[in-house]
């Protein structure tokens, strides 16, 4: 049977069933050295040359918690309106995987660094969505595996694999939500919300580069149905690592239909862990997925316990940067932006793009329009997040300066961005590589409009008998003759001016 024959139509999911989801997302620490160790902590170094005895679980090594991870641990708590333990400590979490090397993951169990918080989150139509928080606890990643020889990267069919412990150890912090209902049909859209909300707020933390591309932010979606208004909750399934928003989206969006269908048909739902793939948009069986009891959770008998001071804590609230609601708040007011500029601005990622725009000299007019439409639309043809396009706000702005300066046209500098996006150089190389300056010598635009002028010897005379909006015809030639590069306000005055007007 076809995947898509397994699910439900969405809106006979939502007769029958209401949703609940649990996400739990992953961030890993942007600190310099990994979470119990020294060895340096970055992304995309050669395999294996970021390890030691610590990090690889070698018997007589002894970990030392990173204080950079805890004092992040207790600002992302703080952010999210939770509360600070006043002592906790770390658990040994047993399981075998092939990619952490202890057979063992230290983290924490029933003693949080920081818990019971809440996250408003903003949808799509402006609704305010309350997210609740049950803990963020601090953890260490596993290494990564590499599955060669099949046709899915993953070990079934893979001829072999390849272990780089690089990543074990590094920082993590999971933030788990309480059971989120009463989305109803939003529930998707929440989830998507609700993990942009959280990416902004750690950017802006500056505890993460939380780039879901490269793994430094990843989410678990947790999905089960109710009976509609049984308020019974159903088995859950938790699809695994998946790393973006739109994907986190529609991996909630399928796991409904399907837990529906199965459902409707008088199946069971397994818990199990679920895998998504993007190019169907749907998910696929992972394995059976444990409860606590399985991991044989006890204290953690190498690390002493963490009990921050209520001074420290008060130190660290009075470090929190202006928040990303408190910023679009700010700049609503400076920009004079309506609520629906400000939301189009917010979903489309491009509020943060926007403002640093700004900040390098452009207007917020200017910057808005390039964000919102030539580069969204640049984004969504190289099937990209808007951030994660190959030009900066510096960038943006300089070519927003030559524009104003009149060393661009508006459609030169559309070229000039291209050439940026392409890896071609800054805008000024771009402008140097290509000939792609403005001809502003009069001397040069009069040639090409004498040429034009005779040979359209009929649009001449319109225009001398007062009809001067047939100076387009002649305008355009230049244009055209100039492959865009004239001055079209300075080419239309040069055209009137040479037949007598």
């Known amino acids: 049977m076809t995947a898509t024959a397994e699910i439900m139509d969405y809106e006979q999911v939502l007769d029958r069933f209401d949703p609940v989801l649990g ?17 340096g902590n970055e992304f995309g170094a050669e395999p294996n040359t970021r390890t030691c005895p610590v990090c690889l679980g070698l018997p007589g090594s002894l970990p030392v918690v990173n204080g950079k991870a805890v004092e992040s641990a207790i600002r992302i708590g703080l952010a999210l309106n939770c509360q600070v333990a006043d002592w906790c400590r770390f658990a040994r979490k047993n399981y075998f995987y092939p990619d952490m090397p202890k057979n063992f993951q230290t983290s924490q169990y029933d003693e949080p660094i920081v818990f019971d918080g809440y996250l408003d989150v903003v949808l799509d139509d402006g609704e305010t969505f309350r997210v609740e928080i049950e803990r963020a606890h ?50 998707p859209e929440v989830a998507r919300a609700y993990v942009a909300a959280l990416r902004d707020l750690l950017r802006a933390l500056d505890v993460s580069d939380v780039r879901m591309d490269q793994g430094s932010l990843r989410c678990d979606a947790n999905v089960s149905l109710s009976p509609r208004g049984s308020g019974v909750f159903g088995t859950r399934t938790e699809t695994k690592n998946v790393n973006s928003l739109r994907s986190v989206e529609r991996a909630v969006r399928f796991e409904m239909q399907r837990h529906a269908a199965v459902l409707t048909e008088g199946g069971e739902i397994r818990q199990e862990t679920r895998h998504f793939d993007e190019s169907t948009g749907s998910t696929a069986a992972g394995r059976p997925k444990e409860t606590s009891e399985d991991y044989r959770y006890f204290p953690e008998p190498d690390l002493v316990p963490i009990a921050p001071s209520r001074d420290w804590v008060t ?22 932006l309506s609520d629906e500029e400000l939301r189009d601005l917010v979903n489309a990622g491009a509020l ?44 943006v702005a300089r070519v927003v300066e030559l524009v104003g300066q009149g060393q661009l046209t508006n459609k030169l500098a559309r070229q000039v961005v291209d050439g940026v996006l392409d890896g071609d150089g800054e805008p000024d190389e771009v402008i140097a590589a290509r000939g792609l300056e403005v001809v502003s010598d009069d001397t040069q635009l009069q040639a090409a409009i004498d040429e034009a002028l005779a040979a359209q010897p009929d649009v001449v005379d319109k225009i001398r008998d007062g009809k001067v909006q047939a100076a387009g015809a002649i305008v355009g030639a230049v244009m055209k003759a100039t492959k865009g590069q004239a001055d079209a306000k300075r080419v239309r005055e040069l055209v009137l001016a040479a037949c007598g007007q």
């Not at 996400?23 to 060895?39: A, D, I, N, W």
């Not at 660290?316 to 004079?336: A, F, S, Y």
């Open 23 to 39: 996400l739990e997302v992953h961030v890993e620490l942007s600190t310099r050295t990994k979470m119990f160790c020294g060895c």
């Open 352 to 395: 943060d793009l926007v403002a640093e725009t700004v900040d390098a000299g452009a207007s917020s007019g200017e910057a808005r329009s390039w964000w919102v439409a030539y580069l969204a639309q640049q984004a969504n043809t190289r099937g990209v997040e808007l951030a994660e396009l190959a030009i900066t706000p510096k960038q």
């Open 315 to 336: 130190e660290l609230g009075g470090t929190l940067p202006e928040l990303p609601w408190e910023r679009r708040k700010r700049v609503q007011d400076q920009w004079g």
């Open 138 to 187: 601090m953890e260490e990643d596993t290494g990564k595996s590499l599955h060669v020889g099949g046709s899915t990267g993953r070990i079934h069919g893979a001829e072999h694999s390849l272990l780089d412990y690089n990543r074990a150890g590094v920082p993590l912090i999971e933030i788990v939500t309480k059971p989120i209902t009463g989305a109803g049909a939003r529930a």
